[in-house]
């Protein structure tokens, strides 16, 4: 399987990509403590195709997509200049997202995303995310040298969470 993970710019192929992996991501984190219906009520109500264009066409936002055998299966988007409160300091922060869909979460496609993202950052001072404390991929970016920093809510059902940060 070839994984590879690149820079995606918000046109029609990288959001239809993007959505294609929102939609399972959101399904497979949630499914455990949501209803299908509301997940499926939230998938049709709050994915906004023209939103994500916008956001993605930010100069502050970059948008990298992971693909095995050129079929999507992971991105991070990452958001310069954002911070979590209480934890900036006076440096520069950057906020990413990192998502990588369960049947293909290995280690080489977590380190092909992982790689690409970090590459990405090294104008800033701190990398932080805020990830459910059920993500499989919340261990792997603890060994990748991300520290708890805070007990939080995230996602669209606002489901129990941990605020990360990475000191770069």
Known sequence: MEIISKFKVG???GISDLI????????SLHKDFVSEEDIQKYIKNEIDPRKMINDLNDLSNQLIMTYADQKPVGYSIIKSGTAYPGISDGKKTTEISFIILPEFNAPETRQSLWKKCRSAVSF????WINMLVHD?????????????????????????????????
Do not use: N, R
Request: glycine share 4%.
């Open 136 to 168: 499989p991929l919340l261990e792997f970016l603890k060994e990748s040298g991300f520290t708890v920093v805070a007990d939080s809510k995230a996602g669209p059902f606002q489901l129990p969470s941990h605020v990360l940060t990475m000191e770069i």
């Open 124 to 127: 800033t001072d701190v990398l």
């Open 11 to 13: 046109s029609e192929e």
């Open 20 to 27: 294609s992996i929102i939609d399972s991501s959101v399904y």
